[in-house]
C-alpha cells in the first residue's frame, strides 16, 4: 500500500488548514529493527509563533505513520497518545494495522475516537484477524454505547486478548455491560478496566455470574461508577468461590463499607494462595 493509493499530496496542509508533520513512513523505513513506537503528534516551544494550525493529527500524518508501521516487520508496541486521533483516523489505521503480524500492544489512550472508530478497531480483535494483539488500551476516548457493544461483541469471539482498558469512556448501562457480558465465553481476557463507563447496577448479575465461572480474569477496575449496596452484595457473592481474581477495584462506587471490607479480604487471601504477599 503506497502513500499515493488515495492520491494524497505532499506533507503541507490539510483540507482544514492544519499542518501536516514529520513524515513517519520515511523516517521507519530506517529502522528495520524497530520493536516499540510511541509517540505524540504535538507541538512543544511554539512561543510566540502559537498557531492552531500546528496542533492536530491530520489525515496524511494518519497514512504516513500508518505506512511506516505496517513495514516496521518487527514492530511489537504502538503508543499514538494525546494526539487528536477521531473516527476516521482509527478507520485508516485500522485498515492498515490488520496487516500487521506481529503486533501485540496497540495504545490509543487520550485521544478522540468515538463509536465508528472502535468498531473499526474492534475487527482487529476478530478471531481472523492478523495482529495477535494482547493488549488494547482505549482509555479517555469518545467511545459511547455503540462502541461498548462493538467491543464486547468481538471480546466475546477473542483468544488473545490479555489486557482490555476503556475507563474514561461513556459507554453507558448498555456499553459496559455487553463488555461484561463478553467475559462469560471470553476464558484469555486477565486484565479489564472500566473506572468512569457508566457502569450500572444492572451489571450486578452478570459480573456475578462472571466472577462466578470466569477463572482467568484477574484484575477489574470499576472504580467511579455510580453503583450502590446491592452491587456490592451481588458481587460479594460472586467471589466467595473465586480464588483468581486479586484486584477489584471498587473506590468511589457506594458499595458499602462492609462489603467493601469483605471483599477486600477474600482478594487478599486471593494473593496469599497466588504467592503475591506474605500470609499473615
Known amino acids: 500500500l503506497g502513500m499515493d493509493e488515495e492520491g494524497d499530496d505532499e506533507l503541507g496542509m490539510d483540507e482544514e488548514g492544519r499542518c501536516d508533520h514529520l513524515d513517519m513512513s520515511g ?21 510566540m509563533n502559537f498557531d492552531f494550525s500546528l496542533f492536530g493529527f491530520t489525515r496524511r500524518d494518519c497514512k504516513a505513520l500508518a505506512v511506516g508501521v505496517v513495514g516496521c ?20 489505521l485500522a485498515k492498515y494495522l490488520k496487516l500487521h503480524a506481529t503486533l501485540h500492544t496497540l495504545d490509543l489512550s487520550f485521544n478522540r475516537i468515538g463509536d465508528q472508530g472502535a468498531k473499526a478497531l474492534a475487527r482487529l480483535l476478530a478471531p481472523d484477524s492478523m495482529p495477535p494483539l494482547t493488549t488494547l488500551d482505549l482509555s479517555d476516548n469518545c467511545l459511547g454505547e455503540d462502541g461498548g457493544v462493538a467491543v464486547g461483541a468481538v471480546l466475546a469471539r477473542n483468544a488473545r486478548l490479555v489486557t482490555l ?4 469512556n461513556r459507554l453507558g448501562a448498555g456499553g459496559s455491560q455487553a463488555v461484561v457480558q463478553a467475559l462469560k465465553s471470553n476464558k484469555h481476557l486477565e486484565e479489564l478496566g472500566l473506572s468512569a463507563c457508566g457502569v450500572a447496577g444492572s451489571a450486578a448479575l452478570t459480573l456475578r ?3 462466578d465461572r470466569n477463572r482467568t480474569v484477574r484484575r477489574i477496575d470499576l472504580s467511579c461508577n455510580r453503583l450502590d449496596g446491592e452491587f456490592g452484595k451481588l458481587v460479594l457473592e460472586g467471589l466467595t468461590g473465586n480464588s483468581t481474581i486479586t484486584e477489584l477495584d471498587l473506590r468511589l462506587c457506594d458499595v458499602g463499607q462492609e462489603n467493601e471490607y469483605q471483599i477486600n479480604q477474600i482478594l487478599k487471601k486471593n ?5 503475591m504477599m506474605p500470609k499473615m
Do not use: F, I
Open 165 to 168: 482498558r476503556l475507563r474514561l
Open 73 to 92: 516487520a518487527h514492530l511489537a508496541e504502538l503508543h499514538v497518545t494525546k494526539s487528536g486521533l477521531d473516527d476516521d483516523h482509527a478507520r485508516l
Open 209 to 211: 455470574e462472571v466472577l
Open 271 to 275: 494473593m496469599e494462595d497466588q504467592g
Open 27 to 47: 523516517a521507519l523505513k530506517c529502522l528495520p529493527e524497530l520493536r516499540r513506537l510511541s509517540v505524540v503528534y504535538q507541538v512543544r516551544n511554539v512561543g
